[in-house]
């Protein structure tokens, strides 16, 4: 049973380190202080649900319906575009350099673009529905303690990422390094609406 459990921690913690759009938004999050709790929250039970649909056989049922995945690939492109360009724009801005002078963005709307880049990403969907729903089938009576240890790495890192960041406050109370973060959260951005782009072109 511990091994079932542990099969799928490691599985899930190794498809969610990689850096990219979801895990630098939740980085400079954590850095801003804004909304920490409901951020984590939402990254790890949007993971929860689609780790659940997987295992239930949900990737079966949506091979059936195969224009969603183009729509989520073109309108998740069009939104990491869109904010790829906002971190940009950013960077350049002076006064947003400087968290703890500004007021902080709505909850709202920090959760609404938290869900956006979770759930209009279909590699995440390639990662918890298709994979994980698919190498559970080896587990048998365990796949429910296999769904469980993939569900828990990934409360453990959003959590850990989210509320681990104040650690380095120290480094990002000069205004140039949130410049490069918010730089390199860009470029991480538009490198993925390219790949998302050039995968389907290559289908």
Request: proline share 3%; with cysteine; hydrophobic share 55%.
């Amino acid at each position: 049973m511990t091994a079932h459990l542990l099969a799928g921690f490691l599985l899930g913690l190794s498809l969610i380190l990689p850096i990219g759009a979801q895990n630098a938004f939740v980085l400079r999050v954590g850095l801003r202080g804004e909304h920490v709790l409901a951020v984590c929250l939402t990254c790890a039970l949007s993971d929860a649900l689609l780790i659940m649909a997987g295992v239930s056989g949900f990737a079966q049922l949506s091979a059936r319906v195969p224009w969603a995945e183009t729509v989520l690939l073109y309108g998740g492109a069009a939104f990491l575009i869109a904010y790829g360009a906002r971190s940009f724009m950013a960077a350049l801005k002076s006064e947003s350099l400087r968290p703890s002078d500004t007021a902080q963005t709505g909850l709202g709307r920090v959760v609404l673009t938290c869900l956006a880049l979770t759930w209009l990403n279909p590699h995440v969907y390639l990662d918890t529905v298709v994979l994980i729903g698919s190498i559970s089938t080896q587990f048998d009576e365990g796949k429910v303690l296999f769904a469980t240890g993939a569900m828990l790495a990934s409360f453990t890192f959003f959590f850990s990422l989210g509320f681990g960041a104040r650690l380095l406050k120290p480094l990002f109370a000069r205004p140039v390094t949130w410049r490069i973060l918010d730089i390199a959260i860009g470029l991480i951005m538009w490198a993925t609406a390219a790949r998302l782009l050039l995968s389907d072109g290559s289908t």
